[in-house]
């Protein structure tokens, strides 16, 4: 199931080769994701927690970012809420903001709203449908 963050305004990176951030704390679905992403022909770099997901952010220009929920050290949600406190220091122009992707084993109407409350734009399960990933990531 994919759901899109109805407040979150739809302008992003221009569609076409991106460079997206994969955090994901599974190896193997870190592997697949990014196989994924690779053979489209984008750019891919990962974390394996939020904390490093944010420090990455902190030294990179993303177009995406596929954001797991449940991680050690620092989960998703808390992770998107600091990296977009630090686009709003960046003083970024809207056209700017990262596309946060939530991907999730279990997401539920009020988790739903948890993920657009932290500046999440769109959610996926697990497992997740690249096709559908793809069409998410040329919005």
Do not use: W
Request: glycine residues 4%; negative net charge; without cysteine.
């Amino acid at each position: 199931m994919i759901e899109q963050n109805s407040n979150t305004n739809n302008v992003h990176a221009p569609k076409g080769l991106l460079k997206i951030l994969v955090v994901e704390d599974n190896a193997i679905n870190l592997r697949l994701i990014s196989a994924a992403l690779l053979r489209a022909g984008h750019k891919v770099d990962s974390a394996v927690d939020g904390a490093a997901a944010v420090i990455k952010f902190t030294n990179n220009v993303y177009d995406a970012i596929l954001m797991d929920i449940m991680m050690p050290v620092m989960d998703g949600i808390t992770a998107t809420r600091e990296i977009r406190k630090i686009e709003a220091a960046r003083k970024d122009e809207p056209y700017n903001r990262v596309k946060i992707i939530a991907i999730t084993a279990n997401a539920f109407e009020d988790d739903r709203n948890k993920f657009f409350d932290a500046g999440m734009d769109y959610y996926m399960n697990k497992p997740i449908e690249i096709e559908e990933l793809h069409r998410i990531l040329n919005d």
